[in-house]
C-alpha cells in the first residue's frame, strides 16, 4: 500500500513539472520563424516572399517584416498581448511595429504590458 502512495505521488510530481515545462514554452510558440536551405557551395539564396537574390551571409528585411538571411527568416516586431481593454494593437506595415493606441481617440499611445515575438 505504502509502495503505490510513493508510486503515485511520483507520478503526479512528474506530470507537474511536465504541465509547468509546457505552459512556460507556450508564449515562445507566437514567435514566427522559419528556416531556408542552402545549397553547398551556393553564393547567394532567393528570398521565398519578394523572390529576391542575396549574398550568402547576408542579412535583409522583406516586404513581410521578416528579419531574413540566407538560413532563415524571422519576425522583425513583437506582438503586443497584454495592454488596457480600452486600447488597440494596430500593425504599421511601413515600420514593421504594433502601435497600441486607444480605441476612441487613436493619438493616445497606450502601454504595452506584454507581448510576444522578437
Not at 61 to 78: H, L, V
Request: charged share 15%; glycine share 6%.
Amino acid at each position: 500500500m505504502l509502495n503505490d502512495n510513493i508510486c503515485f505521488c511520483s507520478f503526479v510530481q512528474n506530470y507537474l513539472r511536465l504541465a509547468v515545462l509546457l505552459c512556460s514554452l507556450l508564449p515562445l510558440c507566437n514567435a514566427y520563424c522559419y528556416v531556408m536551405e542552402v545549397k553547398q557551395g551556393a553564393t547567394h539564396c532567393q528570398d521565398v516572399t519578394d523572390k529576391t537574390w542575396h549574398p550568402v551571409g547576408s542579412s535583409w528585411r522583406n516586404s513581410d517584416c521578416m528579419d531574413c538571411s540566407c538560413g532563415g527568416c524571422c519576425t522583425s516586431y513583437a506582438t503586443p498581448k497584454e495592454f488596457p481593454a480600452d486600447c488597440e494593437s494596430v500593425f504599421d506595415p511601413q515600420a514593421c511595429v504594433y502601435r497600441v493606441q486607444k480605441i476612441n481617440n487613436p493619438a493616445i499611445e497606450c502601454p504595452i504590458y506584454g507581448a510576444v515575438g522578437k
